[in-house]
């Protein structure tokens, strides 16, 4: 095990607000970082070498940086816990209206200029418009990363559409690229950065300054695409 969370309770004054802290040790970690996960709490990876009472010293010193994060992340939209008439998702990167349809005796919806039936159109409509989403990245996600992989002459052995929680693709050392569906919610040019982005690990298998200059070799624009993530990381998911 590389990580491990440190059993106390933390929290950490932030301009009168106590927000908790939780402590990770990770031993690949070559310093100390903060993040601010989308409950509001931060998370503080300690490194190999580090300490918790030196993790804490950083954290207060970077108090500023912490307000910031919390209040970009409290003007952003609300999670949409119900998918019904009327709510708009991301579909291809725009807002789209789910409305209701008209498929004979069926009850259906649409939103995008997709269609499909559903079981009653005044409940959550989350799962069933969900899974049609899925099926619409599993047909266009791998051709797409085997046109790619076919320019920048690299071999992917397999390509595989999945429902990962905190990430939007992953790389084997085998070839195998595994990509989130949810990036058929997103505009063309942050599919394509994450496509490419994976591709570049069957270069560099890291994240490192080497790894970086590759990606942008390839997507010169890919700190756009990382911007637009995070700015709607709220309506994916």
Known sequence: MFWQLSPATNFL?????????ALIHNHRARRYLLRLRPD???????PRRGSETEGRRFAGKNVEWIARQLDKL?????RLDQWLIGTEILFRGELVKIEPGNNGEAKAVRFGGEWLTVPDGGVDLRQWIAK????LAARELPPRVYEFAAVHQLTVSR??????????????RHGTISLN????????????????????????MNHSAHFWREVKSVCPEYKTAERWLKQHSSLLN
Not at 13 to 21: I, K, N, S
Not at 40 to 46: A, D, F, Q
Not at 181 to 204: A, G, N, S
């Open 40 to 46: 509001g709490s931060v998370r503080l990876t300690i």
């Open 74 to 78: 409290a003007a952003r939209p609300a």
């Open 159 to 172: 390509v595989t559409v999945r429902n990962q929680r905190s990430r939007w693709g992953s790389c084997s």
């Open 13 to 21: 004054a932030v301009h009168g607000r106590q927000v908790p802290l």
């Open 181 to 204: 569906w949810k990036l058929i919610q997103t505009p063309p040019f942050v599919r394509d950065y994450i496509i490419l982005h994976e591709l570049m690990h069957l270069r560099q």
């Open 132 to 135: 049609h989403l899925w099926k």
